[in-house]
């Protein structure tokens, strides 16, 4: 579509995920103004606000509460306005990692061992081992992250990441290399690879310039490239993904994928993940954001898009690039 469009961008909002939504909206809004839309900008501190006039799609960049539960994507739809990303229900699923991973199961797609807790007095799962990853339910971006190596890191874990959500996620560690793997109406993007210099993807890994390496394509056997992004698309549909995501896979020695969680409204800004796969597939910055708004808009008319034009490595991607 390439008329010109009235669109607003959502950022900000009221999560723990408020700067990176800052920083994804702002980048979205200068991409679409360069391409000449008109862009308002609109941070939804509370849920009191109003649309500008003549809106003619909505572009969510906002992340976490709020933002990526379904909430505002309800609101949207009372007022019958289109907007970026998943419907209510997807995004209500996918932001709760325990419904997450139950769909994947009942899917059978790939997913680490776990038992959900809400109880801070909770004993150490009997039916898990060491290590283990205790995170939210319902947050985003490795807030309240926490890893158990041994037993007696138990309750100082619980406590920490209790502190950002009623119920958590407790989940075998997986030992292998850590992935994710942008889906785009229908396309299923290169593979990027995440490397920590120090420690795991935590939230200072990720949002600290330079402690963490990024190669995409990464350098798997084709083999393992069509598994993960497999896995990574079975995990979308078995929760009714629909326009786009970013799906997060471990990958353990022997090649096997793991499925950890379903991204519904992923970073954007110029250094993420999901545009760093979409730019090895060929697609800029600003065409990515372009192709968001006219699925947005082909989902609220009925249109099926086609599949965007069939670009070097938009499947298994092209030459590995190096970023740091």
Not at 8 to 13: A, Q
Request: overall charge neutral.
């Amino acid at each position: 579509m390439s008329r010109k469009l009235n669109i607003t961008v959502m950022l900000g909002g009221p999560s723990a995920e408020r700067e990176v939504s800052l920083r994804s909206g702002a980048a979205v809004a200068a991409a679409l103004r360069s391409l000449g839309h008109a862009v308002v900008e609109l941070d939804p501190q509370t849920p009191e606000w109003n649309l500008p006039p003549k809106t003619d799609v909505v572009f969510l960049a906002l992340h976490g509460t709020y933002g990526e539960d379904g909430t505002v994507q309800r609101q949207l739809d009372r007022l019958g306005v289109p907007y970026t990303g998943c419907d209510a229900e997807t995004s209500r699923i996918a932001f709760d990692k325990v419904l997450t991973k139950q769909s994947c199961l009942e899917a059978g797609v790939p997913t680490a061992k776990f038992v959900a807790i809400a109880s801070p007095t909770a004993a150490f799962p009997a039916a898990l081992s060491p290590p283990l990853v205790v995170k939210p339910v319902r947050q985003g971006s490795s807030v309240g992250l926490q890893f158990v190596e041994r037993a007696g890191d138990w309750p100082g874990a619980l406590a920490a990441a209790l502190m950002f959500d009623t119920e958590v996620l407790v989940e075998e560690k997986i030992i292998g290399r850590e992935t994710t793997i942008g889906l785009l109406g229908g396309e299923v993007l290169p593979v990027v690879e995440v490397r920590p210099k120090a420690g795991s993807y935590d939230y200072r890994n990720k949002y600290t310039a330079g402690a963490t390496e990024y190669f995409c394509p990464a350098d798997f056997a084709a083999a393992t490239t069509r598994r993960l992004q497999a896995a990574a698309l079975g995990a979308f549909k078995a929760i009714g993904g629909g326009d786009y995501a970013r799906v997060d896979v471990m990958v353990r020695g022997d090649g096997s994928p793991v499925v950890l969680e379903v991204n519904t409204l992923p970073g954007m800004t110029e250094t993420s993940l999901l545009p760093k796969a979409a730019a090895a597939a060929g697609m800029s910055y600003a065409e990515l954001c372009q192709r968001m708004v006219d699925l947005a808009l082909a989902r609220k008319t009925g249109v099926t898009l086609q599949a965007a034009p069939a670009r070097d490595g938009a499947i298994a991607g092209r030459e590995a690039s190096h970023v740091v």
